[in-house]
């Protein structure tokens, strides 16, 4: 297991695994861990940091959950669920307890839509397991095909690696998203990420960069350093609130999908698409 930094382990005794989700597509989340080593710049779910007591910085610590109350049958039968919406289930400390291997044994036996998502090539450890599973969808998230980027912006696995562990999920039967989150403007090429891996992902999802709370300024410093020519259009967005920029690649995604026959879905309204749910008015 490959650990880039010192972060502080230890293991957590929960009631419960299930949690109800407000996420527009499941019914119910499972977040194995609490914290994520990969450490992504631009990670939403640094949030969470108010509500675990930890000092350190997000991405230098992992809580691993136990609980010995079994995954409920019942409440899940003919339910959708995700693993996992803060944190990745196969971070690098999954190779040693093994938690998301366990949680998926016990979901074998219920019927319910299981939807995976990782930025790790540890999930095809898992194939034989994921093999049996009925309702199956596994995405891998990736927004660029530069890898310094990347490693700029997260701890996770390279893109190679990435693309590689959709390519073997694909070829073992199972249901492929390449999600294309979080877009960048003027740095992810959408058109060059599809091109490149239509081949084995069965569908696309396209989420934008949002940017909010203590890693705003990070990231726009980042790229006034590494991409000056984009600097005004960062402004123009995240300063300024002009969506324009996302209308209009809105529309070129539509138009390039439509032309390639490509399946994907558009979450770039992803807030609108929650409130939605909360309000109860699809």
């Known amino acids: 297991m490959k650990q880039q930094m010192k972060i502080k382990e230890q293991t957590i005794q929960v009631k419960d695994l299930l949690t109800k989700s407000n996420l527009p597509a499941s019914d119910y989340v499972i977040?194995?861990?609490?914290?994520?080593?990969?450490?992504?710049?631009?990670?939403?779910a640094c949030f969470m940091k108010r509500f675990t007591n930890h000092s350190e910085e997000w991405g230098q610590f992992i809580d691993i959950k136990q609980c010995d109350k079994a995954i409920s049958k019942k409440r899940l039968q003919g339910k959708s669920v995700f693993l996992s919406s803060v944190t990745d289930c196969y971070n690098p400390y999954e190779e040693k307890y093994e938690s998301t291997r366990k949680i998926i044994e016990q979901l074998l036996s219920i019927d319910c839509e299981l939807s995976i998502a990782?930025?790790?090539?540890?999930?095809?450890?898992?194939?034989?397991?994921?093999?049996?599973?009925?309702k199956l969808k596994v995405s891998m998230s990736v927004n660029t095909m530069d890898e310094q980027f990347r490693k700029d912006m997260d701890n996770a696995s390279t893109i190679t690696e990435r693309l590689n562990a959709l390519k073997v999920l694909h070829e073992n039967g199972i249901y492929t998203i390449l999600f294309m989150s979080p877009m960048f403007p003027g740095i992810t090429d959408f058109r060059e990420i599809i091109e490149t891996s239509k081949a084995y992902v069965d569908e696309y999802w396209f989420e934008n960069?949002?940017?909010?709370?203590?890693?705003?300024?990070?990231?726009?410093?980042?790229?006034?350093?590494?991409y000056p020519q984009y600097a005004e259009l960062y402004h123009e967005i995240y300063t300024e609130g002009n969506m324009a920029y996302w209308q209009s690649l809105a529309q070129?995604?539509?138009?390039?999908?439509?032309?390639?026959?490509?399946?994907?879905?558009?979450?770039?309204?992803?807030?609108?698409?929650?409130?939605?749910?909360?309000?109860?008015?699809?």
């Not at 977040?31 to 939403?44: A, D, F, Q």
């Not at 095809?124 to 599973?133: A, I």
């Not at 138009?255 to 109860?280: D, M, P, R």
Request: charged content about 25%; some cysteine; proline content about 5%.
């Open 31 to 44: 977040n194995p861990y609490v914290g994520c080593p990969h450490g992504c710049k631009y990670c939403y």
């Open 252 to 282: 070129a995604i539509d138009t390039y999908c439509a032309q390639q026959s490509v399946n994907y879905i558009n979450y770039f309204y992803h807030e609108k698409l929650v409130a939605e749910k909360k309000s109860g008015n699809p």
């Open 118 to 134: 990782t930025k790790s090539k540890l999930i095809l450890r898992d194939v034989d397991l994921l093999k049996k599973c009925k």
């Open 209 to 226: 960069l949002n940017l909010r709370g203590s890693y705003k300024p990070r990231i726009l410093e980042y790229v006034r350093t590494h």
